[in-house]
């Protein structure tokens, strides 16, 4: 099994920065790709980056690309979307989540961090 935490949501004001974290532990020897989404009220839960554990590879939904960064430290443990210009379309709450394999699917989820993006 794998854990992921995730850390750094808040309130921000719109044009702001923010960095979220998300901390794996377990058996994380077993993931190919870990990823952030997020999930806005009343709506589903949507794609936002993703890194290859090999660090090679990355990917950025369309609306976030020129804003956000995915990144990972030197341990491949902790990821890191580094989120700059915020707008109040990205208020959600952010998952992070990891994959074992190249599928495309995540097995494991962490609990969420909410982003509040004021105007």
């Known amino acids: 099994q794998v854990q992921l935490v995730e850390s750094g949501g808040g309130l921000v004001q719109a044009g702001g920065s923010l960095r979220l974290s998300c901390v794996a532990s377990?058996?994380?020897?077993?993931?190919?790709?870990m990823g952030w989404f997020r999930q806005a009220p009343g709506k589903d839960r949507v794609f936002v980056a993703a890194?290859?554990?090999?660090?090679?590879?990355?990917s950025l939904e369309d609306s976030v690309k020129g804003r956000f960064t995915i990144s990972q430290d030197g341990t491949k443990n902790k990821v890191y979307l580094q989120m700059n210009t915020l707008q109040p379309e990205d208020t959600a709450v952010y998952y992070c989540?990891?994959?074992?394999?190249?599928?495309?699917?995540?097995?494991?989820w962490g609990q969420g961090t909410q982003v509040t993006v004021s105007s």
């Open positions: 890194i290859n554990r090999s660090g090679i590879g990355r």
């Open positions: 377990g058996r994380t020897f077993s993931i190919y790709r």
């Open positions: 989540a990891a994959g074992a394999t190249a599928s495309g699917e995540y097995d494991y």
